[in-house]
Every structure is written in C-alpha cells, then in structure tokens.
C-alpha cells in the first residue's frame, strides 16, 4: 500500500476504521507530543520513515524533522542518518519534535499502549495514553500533595491545596505531558468514558489555535500568578501580561483570576528560541494593559527550565507603602509607625511591600534597607 495517504482514505477511516486514530499537525519549531500506539517496530529510522505500515502522510514525515528530545535522551537528523542517544520510541514517553516546516500526518493503531506510569520525584515527561480528550479533573483519578504541578506545551496546572488550576483545561489524544512530583509514585490517567464531559464549566482558556509573538520552546518555566495588586488595591480584572528576557518577548498570556500562569520559553539551542531565558535568568514582567513592568513581592522571577513558581505582582515596588510610585521619608514614617505600634498597615499588600529583605518580619532592618535606596537614587 502507498505510504502516503490521500485526505480521503484518512476520512473514511476516520469514520469507518476499528483502529485507533492519532492525528498530529506539527508546527514550525517545537512540538510536544507522545505514541501511545502499537506498531510492530519503534526504532526511529522507521517509525517516522515510509516503511511504517501505521504512518500516513502526504509527504515523508522523516524529512521534516530535524530533532526529537525526550527526558534524558535525545536524537537529530544528519547527513540523513539519526545519531544521538534515542533510538527508539518508548509509547509512555512524551517527546518535543522539532519540525522544519509545519507538516500533519497520521498514526493508526491496533491498540492503546499500557496506561501505567512510575513517576521519580521532580519532572517526568509522559504520554498520555487514549486517543480520546477529556478534562483534567476526569482524567486525574486522585489528586494528592505528591503532585506539585503538570506543564504541557504553553500550558500547566498548579496543585493548590488539592484544587487543580491554570490554563491546562484537558488533556489531548497524541500529546505529552511534564508530570512534576515530590515523591516516587506509580500512576494511572482514568479510563475516558462515552459522559465525559468536553463542555465543562470552566472559563476557556485554550491556547492550542492562538497566535502567539513568540516561538515555541522545548524549555519552559510557568509562573502561577497568585494576585496582582495595583495602586495598593487588589486587582479582579483580566490583565494582559507579557514575559520578556533580553528585551525579547518570551511569554504572554492574560491573567483572569487566583493562579492564572505565564510560561516563558527558554534558550533551547535552536535558532527559534535564540536569546530567550536561561537558567536563573531574571524575568520581567509587564503589564500591557498600562505597559508598566510588575514587581514580584512574593516568590522568584528566576527562570528555571521546566519548573515553576508561585508569585504575587505589584505595581509598587518593595518600600513604596503609600503607593505614589516613589521611594521617600514618608514610606520610612508609615513603617516606623507600624514599627512602634502607633499605626498598623491598611492591608497585606501593604506589609509584603515592606518586608524589604524578605525574612516575613518588619523590622529595623527594612528600615535600612529602605533608607539605602533612598541613599542610591
């Protein structure tokens, strides 16, 4: 049989096939994806190749692919000839393609692969397994403390006190996953079923067709924004913020409430991604509904690749406690005053903002603090 399928073989199986089918349509740059599927040969310079009797293609998908990055291992495309410590596709792995051009193809399976997993504490890049979609909260069975977060491609979920929350709303056929855990644990997605629900209640935050001013990378870091204050007042409204490294656009998303994330992208090594964030590289986050740079007044804007943190952004900086976006004797009186007891801050905003050396105490050593910036400006 031709090994290039024409669009309506591809729709006729779709109808009619008993097989599984998982369709991919990569993208330029990095694509983050798993195969899940039963084939009889999974080394690579045949599962991407025209022999394999399960691939589909309008044109040779080998040929439009430059590199596949999994966790630890790694393989690219020279002189025609695959070298590189990944030899072969392991079906519970998730995988980061790397693709020239952008190019679609199919992979029909007899079967789904085995639906369990043994997780090592940190991330763990996985597969997930049907080829059917279904929302987080249905496909995570039990949500315990072990698991910190789940990253996918410009998308991820925080585990707060046992609520799953951010901008990973479900989980999709032929996609990989960054399952980040505290401890060694096996683990299992539930089986989808014919209720599950793809019309859930929840605010749509999908990704997947928006056109974004940065590239894909294999290296990400997502930033769970738990509040935004401004002008010392709690912020509820949507925000749009941008992410930038090396006055270059690395992450944009809008904040629309408790935990919203931002993934900024990374230096991978490609030319796409050139000049993006490197590890411990201090982010800048700004505000392009005013185009004012956020302070973080909780957690670390340090770039660390596929991890995350949890912060809180302010548009006043750590010692401006009258929020008049400058730094002077009267912010050393309002603390002085809390200081001695004769007054007390207005809010917990307030009090982030003048715990200048972070040590969840306001006292005579933040006034120092503050008097050496006034001293330095």
């Not at 590199?67 to 980061?96: A, H, M, P, R, V």
């Not at 020239?100 to 890049?125: C, K, M, R, T």
């Not at 809390?338 to 715990?355: K, P």
């Amino acid at each position: 049989m031709n090994k290039y399928y024409i669009v309506t073989f591809i729709l006729t199986c779709f109808a009619f096939c008993e097989d599984l089918v998982y369709e991919y349509n990569l993208t330029q740059g990095a694509n983050l994806v798993s195969f899940p599927v039963i084939t009889e040969n999974y080394a690579i310079d045949y599962f991407f190749s025209s022999s394999n009797n399960n691939l589909y293609s309008t044109s040779a998908v080998e040929d439009h692919i430059n590199s596949i990055i999994t966790e630890g291992e790694l393989t690219f495309i020279q002189d025609g000839e695959w070298i590189g410590s990944l030899s072969e596709i392991n079906t519970k792995k998730g995988y980061w393609l790397i693709a020239e051009e952008n190019i679609s193809f199919v992979i029909i399976s007899e079967d789904q692969s085995e639906n369990l997993y043994y997780l090592h504490p940190g991330g763990n890049l996985i597969s997930y397994p049907f080829n059917q979609e279904q929302p987080y909260y249905e496909a995570i069975p039990f949500l315990s403390e072990n698991l910190l977060a789940v990253l996918g491609e410009n998308e991820a979920l925080y585990n707060n006190n046992g609520m799953l929350m951010g901008s990973l709303q479900t989980f999709k056929p032929g996609k990989g996953y960054w399952f980040i855990l505290n401890e060694y644990s096996p683990f299992q997605f539930n089986q989808p079923g014919l209720n599950t629900n793809l019309n859930h209640n929840i605010e749509n935050i999908v990704r997947d067709d928006e056109e974004l001013p940065f590239n894909q990378s294999t290296l990400q870091s997502a930033f769970f924004i738990e509040s935004i204050f401004l002008s010392g007042e709690q912020n509820f409204e949507t925000i749009n913020l941008e992410a930038i490294c090396n006055n270059i656009t690395v992450g944009k998303s809008d904040w629309q409430g408790e935990f919203s994330d931002l993934i900024v992208m990374g230096d991978d090594g490609f030319d796409l991604t050139q000049n993006y964030c490197t590890n411990d590289q201090n982010i800048i986050i700004q505000n392009n509904n005013s185009n004012q740079v956020l302070y973080n007044i909780s957690g670390e804007t340090n770039w660390q690749a596929n991890n995350f943190e949890l912060l809180i952004l302010s548009d006043s900086d750590f010692g401006d406690l009258n929020f008049n976006q400058i730094i002077n004797i009267s912010d050393i009186i309002i603390m002085i005053e809390h200081i001695i007891g004769a007054n007390s801050f207005n809010n917990n905003h307030q009090e982030l903002l003048a715990d200048i050396n972070q040590d969840n105490a306001v006292n005579v050593a933040d006034v120092i603090s503050i008097i050496s910036q006034i001293l330095n400006f």
